[in-house]
């Protein structure tokens, strides 16, 4: 029996008494196949007091942040007393699934473009969302009830918005049917669960790279330009060759054939996922540098082991992207693969965002991607296998992640509403005397 899941003294709090009871930080603990057992629920005694004690510890912030925290705090300030901070994020969430509901109807596999008014709506609703995201911590701060679990929130929600962000873009792109969609959603979010990754390690999350460029450029960005595609004949525009878009500057003899031919969307796909490869060898680099993987007092075969350990927890999330390649675009409904990738992929991030709070030991086999890495290889390999069986497999996928996806969080949130002694979705009444 795991001693960070059996030694309690009745009420939830850690034993302090022996070596063994005392709680101990295992990020860096090597953790191949299976996480310690737990007795209940999916967090240890230990893991809950680190999350009783925990502090959110963001990097810099840009320069459009500090000229927009204003603007929240104001915005803020009209919200109730009484509205609790996780119904803000809640509120922001419902934003995205609107939009997201809407695009599925009006663009089911994103090979076809949506309405202007669609378009437009999705643009506003990314803005919204996530100037509703950086309200949901003023608003804690505000009525004097932050908490880990607002945390567990925002970047719980954070992570699923993704799927919706990735589907605004592949829309109004109409990249569906087609590996550029798969490039679009799997760099998005390896990127978010590298950032959780990171935070595992160093305990500090990263959102922004120098001062000019983080998470608020990026949302507000992204919303912008929905609502400027809305405006466009975003076919003409983006089914433009790149000859033709580079013809007034550069000679088109002089240009390499593959750029030639290309067209602009897959120009603009390319350069982001470029970037996004970049930045997330940049957080690779943090992490193995950190004090706490490669510390100056350490030995050079412990920081080896450390750092093997930090990368072995990216396998998982890497073999979801390699599976996603696996499946032939025209073997799927695009939207069937992209929402079952999405779900299993916010289920790991999920995870890892509770065991950083909690210093817990995280895997580096997540057996909860197994059932669509299987599902990918039988869509490659079974060349008997029809467009129908595949959805359909894919479909009970979904389900199944989503109803994984729920019943994880709703027992990770009572177990840390008990232990905080705190309700999730309003304020508990501060006790007189």
Not at 116 to 121: F, R
Not at 210 to 238: H, P, Q
Not at 258 to 284: N, Q
Not at 372 to 387: E, G, P, Q, S
Request: proline content about 5%; overall charge neutral; aromatic content about 12%.
């Amino acid at each position: 029996t795991n001693p960070s899941a059996s030694t309690g003294n009745g009420d939830g709090a850690p034993q302090v008494g022996g070596t063994e009871g005392k709680p101990r930080d295992e990020t860096i603990t090597t953790c191949l196949l299976f996480e310690p057992p737990v007795n209940t629920g999916n967090i240890s005694l230990h893991g809950l007091h680190f999350i009783a004690t925990h502090k959110y510890r963001p990097s810099d912030y840009t320069h459009l942040d500090n000229l927009l925290n204003p603007m929240w705090t104001y915005l803020t300030e009209l919200l109730p007393m009484w509205l609790a901070p996780n119904m803000v994020t809640t509120i922001g969430g419902f934003h995205c699934g609107v939009a997201y509901a809407l695009l599925w109807w009006y663009s089911p596999d994103m090979d076809e473009s949506p309405p202007d008014w669609v378009v437009i709506l999705a643009g506003w609703c990314t803005i919204a969302y996530y100037t509703l995201d950086c309200m949901d911590g003023k608003q804690a701060r505000r009525t004097g009830s932050s908490s880990p679990l607002g945390q567990l929130f925002d970047h719980g929600f954070d992570c699923i918005c993704t799927i919706f962000s990735m589907s605004t873009c592949a829309s109004y792109l109409v990249i569906g049917g087609t590996y550029w969609i798969v490039l679009l959603q799997t760099t998005l979010q390896f990127a978010f669960f590298m950032a959780q990754w990171e935070e595992y390690h160093t305990h500090v999350l990263p959102h922004c790279a120098g001062k000019w460029f983080g998470v608020t450029e990026v949302n507000y960005s992204m919303g912008l330009l929905a609502i400027i595609n809305g405006f466009l004949d975003r076919v003409a525009f983006y089914h433009r060759p790149m000859e033709q878009v580079l013809a007034p500057y550069f000679d088109p003899q002089q240009l390499p054939a593959f750029l030639k031919e290309s067209e602009l969307r897959h120009f603009l796909l390319a350069i982001w996922g470029v970037i996004s490869i970049t930045m997330m060898l940049g957080s690779i680099k943090r992490v193995l540098f950190h004090a706490h993987i490669a510390g100056d007092s350490m030995h050079p075969v412990q920081i080896r082991t450390n750092r093997l350990n930090a990368l072995s927890k990216l396998a998982t999330p890497f073999s979801l992207c390699v599976a996603a390649f696996m499946v032939p675009p025209n073997a799927v409904r695009s939207r069937y693969l992209s929402v079952t990738l999405g779900l299993s992929f916010s289920l790991l991030t999920k995870k890892m965002i509770v065991f950083s709070m909690a210093k817990m030991a995280f895997a580096a086999v997540q057996w909860d991607a197994v059932p669509l890495l299987l599902a990918a290889l039988w869509i490659r390999l079974d060349h008997t296998v029809t467009r129908a069986r595949a959805d359909f497999a894919l479909g009970v996928l979904c389900l199944w992640y989503a109803f994984r996806m729920l019943r994880w969080v709703n027992v990770t949130i009572n177990q840390i509403c008990e232990k905080l002694d705190i309700y999730c979705f309003r304020l508990k009444k501060r006790k007189k005397g």
